[in-house]
């Protein structure tokens, strides 16, 4: 099976602008979750989707939204960047409830 | 919220030595992974041990639900080793991990 995708792989935005990122999950995986990895913050987790609906939200602003799609593929949003929004955005899929977590490769954002 | 801490922060050995990395938690989780962080950003899978032990080659993990506690083994450690180690626990069941500060492990030739 392939992994999960994540697209772009990086990404430079201006402060202000918003984003859109992709993650693809490995086929059959229905639940996608988001995680957001800064040298000052490590691994933080943003929310998570399961059959287009969100389970679980982090502490975050809601400048940070997503979506996931009837395929199972979820986008994320962020609004109304800021610089403190430059990180590297994971994505995971599993196929439900505390199963094992696959990561997808990444999307480096920097903001200026 | 539950803690996850991770002990050492920092390991520097030399090629060929044994190391153990130590996971501990606050409550009890339903899931228990350990992930090895290329340098290139992607969180490799080396574990899902939300109890017992298991190993894979060089590697080998056991995790003590009772006493909120996880040991990451590496044997005859290799350059390819170095980065960082991340244990990352599960308690609610809607996937949202929480992650420990991590080990960051160098291997010297």
């Known amino acids: 099976k392939a992994g999960v995708t994540q697209t772009p792989r990086y990404l430079i935005k201006t402060r202000g602008q918003q984003v859109t990122l992709s993650c693809s999950p490995i086929?059959?995986?229905?639940?996608v979750s988001w995680y957001q990895q800064t040298p000052g913050q490590g691994l933080q987790f943003l929310f998570e989707y399961f059959s287009e609906t969100q389970r679980n939200k982090g502490n975050f602003p809601g400048r940070f939204s997503g979506r996931q799609f009837s395929n199972s593929r979820s986008e994320m949003n962020v609004s109304t960047l800021e610089l403190g929004d430059s990180a590297l955005y994971l994505c995971?899929?599993?196929?439900?409830?505390?199963?094992?977590?696959?990561f997808g490769p990444g999307t480096r954002l920097t903001v200026t | 919220g539950i803690q996850v801490e991770q002990s050492p922060p920092d390991l520097i050995l030399q090629e060929g030595a044994n190391s153990t990395l130590r996971c501990n938690f606050s409550d009890s989780v339903n899931n228990l992974q350990w992930f090895h962080q290329n340098p290139w950003g992607q969180l490799i899978n080396l574990f899902y041990i939300p109890s017992g032990t298991k190993q894979n080659g060089r590697l080998s993990a056991t995790t003590v639900a009772t006493e909120r506690y996880s040991l990451l083994y590496i044997s005859s450690s290799q350059t390819t080793d170095s980065g960082v180690y991340f244990c990352?626990?599960?308690?609610?069941?809607?996937?949202?991990?929480?992650f420990g500060a991590g080990t960051r492990l160098a291997v010297h030739p």
């Open positions: 990352a626990v599960d308690r609610g069941g809607y996937n949202k991990l929480i």
């Open positions: 995971a899929s599993s196929e439900g409830n505390s199963y094992e977590q696959y």
């Open positions: 086929s059959g995986h229905r639940s």
